[in-house]
């Protein structure tokens, strides 16, 4: 077998595709037992099938709308709208750029 040099380097770090999703897994399954929800129960309301809920909890793989769905019916979307809403900056000089207001552009007048 093959081995990725991207998994060796991901091995070293804490934070891996399959700890982030078994995280999210863990989320959504600590929600759910807050709402006093089975699985059977979450998994008809957000419209999956069981077999495919039951394999998130334990895997953390999911399709996203079926992740978006999952969101739905836990009332917990707000999420999703933060999702990659943050601005990262390379230098302080990047951060004083976004902090000045901008200048309106205008179209070139017809003559």
């Given at each position: 077998m093959k081995t990725n040099?991207?998994?060796?380097?991901?091995?070293?770090?804490?934070?891996?595709?399959?700890?982030?999703?078994?995280?999210i897994a863990e989320r959504v399954k600590q929600r759910r037992l807050e709402k006093g929800w089975t699985q059977k129960m979450l998994a008809a309301k957000a419209g999956l099938s069981y077999p495919s809920y039951r394999r998130f909890e334990s895997?953390?793989?999911?399709?996203?709308?079926?992740?978006?769905?999952?969101?739905?019916?836990?009332?917990?979307?707000d999420e999703f709208e933060a999702l990659f809403s943050n601005k990262t900056y390379q230098s302080i000089d990047d951060i004083l750029k976004a902090e000045q207001p901008k200048q309106r552009k205008r179209g070139l007048k017809n003559e």
């Open positions: 040099i991207n998994d060796n380097i991901l091995s070293l770090i804490d934070k891996t595709p399959d700890s982030l999703m078994l995280g895997s953390g793989e999911v399709a996203l709308r079926s992740l978006v769905m999952l969101a739905f019916a836990l009332d917990m979307t």
